[in-house]
């Protein structure tokens, strides 16, 4: 097989002269005489002598590309400098690949991959010499260990973990200060970032404050806020001046706060207000509530709340005004309510239709946030009122009268049924109980809300009052209004008590202690009705519990010494009567329980010194005088 095609000669064209360009591609004979003055490097003309007839001589490696026709009519390859032409040399192409030898090329080891543009080398010039950092891209890469430091400090700190939380907010102030020096030393100095900075040390000054470290917060916070290149650092005065006022010294909070109010602009409103209301608080804990009152009036101006509108009712009352006291609670009920947005194509369910599922469960967060302002809004107004109320007029009963009214017509009349309970509850205190009974009795029919706390009450009166059909028939009442009312189940449990029903008593006072796991009450008398049946240890096991609660209750110590003796256990009987002592050293009949336990345990001296100190305290019954008279002789006989 040949490299081209054969090539066939018809003859000259005539009357045309071949081009330059032409004779590049003529491949016609040659005279064998012309050489085309190519020479030998003996001088010889090409083609005369070593040549094969023709005009350009053949090298004995190599194959020519193009194809030149020999005696026998066939294409031969030519070589790379000549053909078979009339036209003349021409230059030829190689058929070797540039770079490539079968030999390899000077200076190639043995067994040496082929590689033109030296990659392999480069590759591994890169892992074993990896080029070195830029310092900025070093600096960076220490900024980012520095904001790693910080969360976690930051959350570290919002698990509740103070100290770790405090280690890493250092370790992130000592590393951002080596970094400032490395940006000296690299002549970066320009370049310092002064939000990580401030990042830094406002970090460290909430770590140290949360740590109870209260100089060291301070001294952070003064480095931050006597830095100008800190923009709007002086707001943080608001936190020094909480560290003063936990601290105690009130005074410095308050020119602290002065000074943040100062530095913040009339636009940011809310922030302005918050620190208006610190002051305030600042001179309440200084006794000046007419500082004060300015204070909470002029937040009251702008922008009423209910918290400070409470906080202003008791400077009033502190300093006993009356009109003033009027004024401030009608300020107050007058605030409206927080309200949450609803779907208008929604209205309030009727009480007869059913409450949906979705209704229940899928309560979002903004409804829930909504419920609890409104119960925070109604207890401060009720607590304003049960204040006022017995001040602003010439007695309780009027004043109780003008508040409920004034609360009728504002936007808050539900909740002037609690404040007729309040009325009831301080004609109790005031030892009028008809009064107190028509007052409670009113809410039969008025308000069916509070029907079960109004039968409690009246139950508990009627108890008190030893009617305990009317006492039993409220007690019904209130469980009926409201079965997980712990005071009622109680109080239902008395009257079977009462009645001798012991087993039935224990089971309301067990289903109130499972309503409410704080019930002293019932738990009290829970023990009681365990000690009536004769379950001593279940009995103690309830008034120990209770002691858990009221540590200095001493009723409950009595009970437990009682317990103790009745079991037999009479030296935990002396420890608790001696506890007891402690807590009521006057009580004759302690004393004398306590002095009996001795006579019991045999120790006849401290028997007789418990009984003299009952005599001093009281007239001793018959038997413990004569005890304290039989011990004086047996002593003189003695010579004791």
């Known amino acids: 097989m040949f490299g081209a095609a054969r090539s066939y000669r018809t003859g000259p064209d005539a009357g045309s002269k071949p081009s330059a360009d032409d004779d590049l591609y003529n491949f016609d004979k040659k005279p064998a005489s012309d050489a085309g003055g190519y020479r030998t490097s003996a001088g010889r003309p090409l083609g005369t002598a070593g040549g094969f007839g023709s005009g350009i001589p053949r090298t004995s490696a190599r194959m020519g590309t193009a194809m030149m026709n020999n005696a026998y009519g066939y294409g031969v390859p030519g070589t790379s400098s000549g053909g078979a032409g009339d036209g003349g040399p021409r230059p030829m192409t190689s058929v070797r690949a540039a770079g490539y030898s079968s030999r390899g090329r000077a200076g190639m ?15 591994v010039s890169a892992v074993e010499k990896p080029p070195s950092p830029h310092p900025e891209d070093q600096l960076k890469a220490s900024e980012k260990k520095i904001s790693d430091l910080i969360t976690e400090s930051i959350l570290l700190g919002a698990n509740g973990d103070h100290k770790a939380s405090l280690q890493k907010a250092k370790d992130a102030g000592k590393r951002e200060r080596l970094l400032v020096k490395q ?45 100008k290149l800190f923009n709007q650092s002086g707001r943080l005065r608001v936190n020094m001046g909480n560290i003063y006022f936990e601290m105690g010294k009130v005074s410095q909070a308050v020119k602290m706060y002065r000074m943040a109010l100062d530095q913040i602009p009339n636009t940011n409103r809310d922030i302005r207000l918050k620190i208006m209301k610190n002051i305030g608080n600042a001179f309440v804990k200084m006794g000046q509530f007419q500082d004060a009152i300015t204070s909470y009036e002029s937040i009251m101006e702008i922008n009423p709340d209910y918290h400070t509108g409470f906080n202003l009712v008791l400077c009033y009352f502190a300093l006993g005004d009356r009109d003033r006291m009027r004024k401030g609670l009608q300020k107050l009920v007058s605030i409206r309510p927080p309200s949450v947005e609803q ?5 309030p369910p009727s009480s007869d239709e059913p409450i949906e599922d979705h209704e229940v469960f899928n309560e979002d967060k903004l409804r829930a946030i909504g419920r609890e302002r409104r119960k925070a809004a109604e207890r401060y107004m009720v607590l304003a009122a049960k204040l006022v109320a017995p001040n602003v007029d ?8 003008w508040v409920i009214e004034t609360i009728r017509a504002s936007p808050h009349p539900e909740i002037a049924s609690e404040l007729e309970i309040a009325k009831a509850i301080h004609y109790l205190k005031m030892k009028n109980f008809p009064k107190a ?7 039969e029919k008025q308000d069916q809300k509070l029907v079960g706390t109004a039968a409690t009450n009246l139950s508990f009166l009627y108890f008190l009052e030893g009617e305990y059909k009317q006492a039993e028939k409220y007690a019904e009442l209130a469980i009926n209004s409201d079965r997980y009312n712990a005071k009622a189940l109680t109080n239902y449990g008395n009257c079977l ?12 006072y067990q289903e109130a202690v499972g309503v409410d796991a704080l019930c002293t009450e019932a738990m009290y008398n829970l023990g009681l009705v365990n000690k009536k049946l004769g379950l001593y240890p279940d009995g103690l096991q309830w008034f120990e519990k209770l002691h858990s ?88 006989l003695r010579g004791l």
């Open 394 to 401: 010439i007695n309780f009963s009027q004043g109780f009268d």
């Open 183 to 227: 940006r000296e030393q690299a002549g970066l100095s320009d370049q310092v970032n002064l939000d990580l900075t401030y990042c830094v040390l406002f970090n460290l000054a909430n770590q140290y404050h949360a740590n109870k470290l209260h100089q060291e917060a301070l001294d952070t916070y003064a480095v931050i806020v006597k830095n």
């Open 497 to 508: 008590f009462q009645k001798g029903m012991y087993d039935r008593a224990r089971e309301y």
């Open 437 to 443: 009974i028509e007052t409670l009795k009113s809410f």
């Open 343 to 347: 779907n208008d194509d929604i209205g």
């Open 109 to 123: 080891a043995g067994g040496q991959p082929f590689d033109p543009f030296n990659q392999a080398a480069g590759t």
């Open 549 to 636: 609660i009221l540590r200095n209750s001493a009723e409950v110590i009595y009970q437990i010494a009682d317990l103790y003796g009745r079991k037999g256990n009479l030296q935990q009987a002396m420890e608790w009567y001696n506890i007891l002592i402690s807590v009521v050293p006057t009580d004759p009949g302690i004393l004398a329980k306590l002095g009996d336990a001795f006579v019991r345990e045999g120790d006849k001296s401290q028997a007789f010194q418990h009984y003299s100190e009952r005599q001093v305290i009281s007239i001793l019954p018959v038997q413990y005088g004569c005890y304290i008279v039989a011990w004086s002789l047996l002593c003189r």
